[in-house]
């Protein structure tokens, strides 16, 4: 397609840069525009992403869950637009209600329908599913805070996403070995867990930043479960090709 011209050449970019930093001819740091640049080029990105998952068909027998998907993700886009800087962890219960009971409609990881048939558009659900616990997560970042004791996991969760994310901007083709620890890192955070929160380990209280944290650990493992259907999709391509042979 006309996109993959472009996202190759974002990549080069992106490999332009040293630690995360954009290097000027003489090796030397570029000064303050650096949290410009690097924010255009992550939304290129997101663009990018954006429209590969629109270019999927979605079967008729998803669609109610697609739009549902598109509703809720146009409602929270309007909340960062306009109350980012107001808004508590509660104002947002109703939002991650609704994702989770989209969420708990998947059987296997998939979205069947009545039939127990896996339709196209599995990759575009997750894609709009991802967004929005993303959303969620920029709209109580900036006004929840997250409690020092829960700060070690807050910083693994970005490590993990940050990964994912170069993963998926980068593409394949890559295997369930290559996606394995990431996997075993949210396995591993989401066992921190007793009844659905992260306890303190001192007092067996509830420390402040919840929601940014499942809203985070939901985000990462969205994330995962694209590359995964990624991982599908281009083996079900080859399959046709040797068929097509």
């Keep these: 397609t006309d996109l993959k011209p472009l996202v190759e050449e974002l990549r080069k970019i992106d490999q332009k840069r040293e630690s995360g930093r954009f290097m000027g001819s003489s090796g030397a740091l570029l000064p303050e525009s650096q ?16 429209v590969e998952a629109r270019e999927k068909d979605v079967s ?19 909340l960062v637009m306009t109350h ?14 609704a994702l989770r009971d989209i969420d708990r409609m998947r059987v ?4 069947v329908d ?6 196209q558009g599995q990759y575009v659900l997750l894609y709009l599913l991802r967004r929005c616990y993303g959303l969620i997560y920029r ?3 900036s006004s929840e805070p997250v409690s020092e004791e829960l700060m070690p996991i807050a910083n693994k969760l970005s490590t993990v996403k940050k ?36 306890i303190s380990g001192e007092d067996g209280s509830i420390p402040e930043g919840q929601g940014i944290l499942m809203a985070h650990l939901n985000e990462c493992h969205e994330l995962l479960e694209m590359l995964k259907e990624a991982m ?5 391509e080859e399959g046709d090709e040797e068929d097509d042979e």
């Design 108 to 111: 296997d990881g998939k979205f």
């Design 114 to 119: 009545s039939e127990g048939n896996k339709p």
């Design 232 to 236: 599908s999709d281009d083996d079900e």
């Design 163 to 198: 990964c994912l994310n170069e993963v998926l901007k980068y593409g394949g083709p890559f295997s369930p070995r290559d996606l394995y620890p990431y996997q075993l890192a949210l396995h591993q955070i989401d066992q921190m867990r007793k009844d659905g929160k992260f």
């Design 139 to 141: 709209l109580l970042s």
């Design 60 to 78: 008729f027998t998803l669609k109610p869950i697609y739009d549902r998907l598109m509703e809720i993700r146009g409602q929270l886009e309007g």
């Design 35 to 50: 949290p410009l640049v690097t924010g255009i080029l992550e939304e290129c990105f997101e663009i990018a992403q954006e």
């Design 84 to 97: 980012r800087w107001t808004l508590r962890e509660t104002d947002l219960w109703n939002y991650e209600n």
